[in-house]
T-cell receptor
């Protein structure tokens, strides 16, 4: 299995631009998670899906952030408009069961908003 | 009080020593506990899981769980410089959700 695949690996964008991050979970995993990691705040859960349905988006910082999972093999996290404080590493992770088996993380997308 | 707490470190140990990493959690009903290792610039990697009180050993790694004290630890025996990384504790709480709660992580430095 190729693992959780994220793209792009790095993204540099100007403030105000739209940013779209992509994730392909491990086949057969029915949970998908989006996390953001910064030095100050550590690993923060933004949103997670179960069987393509958003379950908890309470970690999404504000309306500028949105996430979709149109099918079992693809999810996007969009930031519009982007701001410098959104600069972070964004991880996607997937799991087979409801938290009891741990997650597999993707390689992450390092986002820099200038 | 944070849901999952770890000492941020850095924890520095000499090569060959035992490194002890600690984690406390607030949800008394938590059932599943995990340790992730994260090298600088890389993604977290699952290295240990533990579900019941006591010790669980895997090679040089031992996870210890004490639910009464709400405490989980990771011991690394014969520490190697390649063990230098940030170690994240993660807890699956008592609510019927899929999410793990992560601690801030402890940075371990193993000096040759």
């Amino acid at each position: 299995d190729a693992g959780v695949i994220q793209s792009p690996r790095h993204e540099v964008t100007e403030m105000g631009q739209e940013v779209t991050l992509r994730c392909k979970p491990i086949s057969g995993h029915d949970y998908l998670f989006w996390y953001r990691q910064t030095m100050m705040r550590g690993l923060e859960l933004l949103i997670y899906f179960n069987n393509n349905v958003p379950i908890d988006d309470s970690g999404m910082p504000e309306d500028r952030f949105s996430a979709k999972m149109p099918n079992a093999s693809f999810s996007t996290l969009k930031i519009q408009p982007s701001e410098p404080r959104d600069s972070a590493v964004y991880f996607c992770a997937s799991s087979l069961a409801a938290g009891g088996s741990g997650y597999t993380f993707g390689s992450g997308t390092r986002l820099t908003v200038v | 009080q944070k849901e999952v707490e770890q000492n941020s470190g850095p924890l520095s140990v000499p090569e060959g020593a035992i490194a002890s990493l600690n984690c406390t959690y607030s949800d008394r009903g938590s059932q599943s506990f995990f340790w992730y290792r994260q090298y600088s610039g890389k993604s977290p990697e699952l290295i240990m899981s533990i579900y019941s009180n006591g010790d669980k050993e895997d090679g040089r790694f031992t996870a210890q769980l004490n639910k009464a004290s709400q405490y989980v630890s990771l011991l690394i025996r014969d520490s190697q410089p390649s063990d230098s990384a940030t170690y994240l504790c993660a807890v699956h709480g008592s609510s019927n959700t899929g999410k793990l709660i992560f601690g801030q992580g402890t940075t371990l430095q193993v000096k040759p």
